[in-house]
C-alpha cells in the first residue's frame, strides 16, 4: 500500500504562482496530479512516467504547469505558474506500479487532497 502526502496548496492571487508537492512512501512507477472543483468530477491534471522523460497535460494548464519528479526523494512535484481563479479546486496525487495514464480509475494510490484557491 502506497501513501500518498501532498502539500504545498493555499490561497493565492490570479497570476500568483505555488508548487504542489507529493511525497509517496515507496518508489511507483507512474504518477498523476487531478483535481476536483466543488460541484465537479475529479479530473487529469497532468502526468509523469517513472523516468519523468514523458508527460502529459490537460490542455486547460498546457503552457502554466509542469509536472517534474525526484524519485531520489519518491517525491513528485506540479509548479503552477500564472494561476487563474477557475484552477481552484483540491489537487490529489496518485500513483499506478504501471505505465502512465491520464484516467483517474486507472490510478490505484490517493493521496488526501490539498487546496488551491486562486481569487481574482
Known amino acids: 500500500q502506497v501513501q500518498l502526502v501532498e502539500s504545498g496548496g493555499g490561497l493565492v492571487q490570479a497570476g500568483g504562482s505555488l508548487r504542489l508537492s507529493c511525497a509517496a512512501s515507496?518508489?511507483?512507477?507512474?504518477m498523476g496530479w487531478f483535481r476536483q472543483a466543488p460541484g465537479k468530477e475529479r479530473g487529469f491534471v497532468a502526468a509523469?512516467?517513472?523516468?519523468?522523460?514523458?508527460?502529459f497535460y490537460a490542455d486547460s494548464v498546457k503552457g502554466r504547469f509542469t509536472i517534474s519528479r525526484d524519485n531520489a526523494k519518491n517525491t513528485v512535484y506540479l509548479q503552477m505558474n500564472s494561476l487563474k481563479p477557475e484552477d481552484t479546486a483540491v489537487y490529489y496525487c496518485?500513483?499506478?506500479?504501471?505505465?502512465?495514464?491520464?484516467?483517474?480509475?486507472?490510478?490505484?494510490?490517493w493521496g488526501q487532497g490539498t487546496q488551491v484557491t486562486v481569487s481574482s
Open positions: 496518485a500513483a499506478r506500479p504501471y505505465n502512465i495514464a491520464l484516467l483517474t480509475r486507472e490510478y490505484d494510490y
Open positions: 515507496e518508489r511507483s512507477y507512474a
Open positions: 509523469i512516467n517513472w523516468g519523468g522523460g514523458r508527460t
